[in-house]
Nanobody
Framework: QAQLAESGGGLAQPGESLRLSCTVS????????MAWYRQAPGKKCESVAT????????SYTESVKGRFTISRDNSRNMVYLQMNSLKPEDTAVYYC????????????????????WGQGTQVQVSS
């Protein structure tokens, strides 16, 4: 069972930036498309950004297009999410995991390809 660990969250003011990082302890990491998900209070789990195995293809949910950038480093088993121009509606717990569908309402209830979820990292955007 792989382990995932997200970091980089925190408190930010609207318009500021944060960079999230995710370490994945999976020997076949580079074989998986990866994604960042978020769970806002009272809302369903949402896929925010996805990236293909070789980073040749990325996709974003409409609300973050042009503001967030997903990337990966297969040599380090790392996935990143650069978040610029943050908005209060970006407030959520952010998780990384393999691309998967369909998502359960609660992110961590979705059976992950790695067999587990990390603890997530809290992002709070408030003035």
């Amino acid at each position: 069972q792989a382990q995932l660990a997200e970091s980089g969250g925190g408190l930010a003011q609207p318009g500021e930036s944060l960079r999230l990082s995710c370490t994945v302890s999976a020997s076949l990491f580079r074989s998986y498309g990866m994604a960042w998900y978020r769970q806002a209070p009272g809302k369903k789990c949402e896929s925010v950004a996805t990236i293909s195995t070789t980073a040749g293809s990325t996709s974003y949910t409409e609300s973050v297009k042009g503001r967030f950038t997903i990337s990966r480093d297969n040599s380090r088993n790392m996935v990143y999410l650069q978040m610029n121009s943050l908005k209060p509606e970006d407030t959520a717990v952010y998780y990384c995991n393999a691309q998967m569908a369909p998502l359960q309402a609660v992110c961590t209830m979705t059976p992950g390809r790695f067999g587990s979820w990390g603890q997530g990292t809290q992002v709070q955007v408030s003035s």
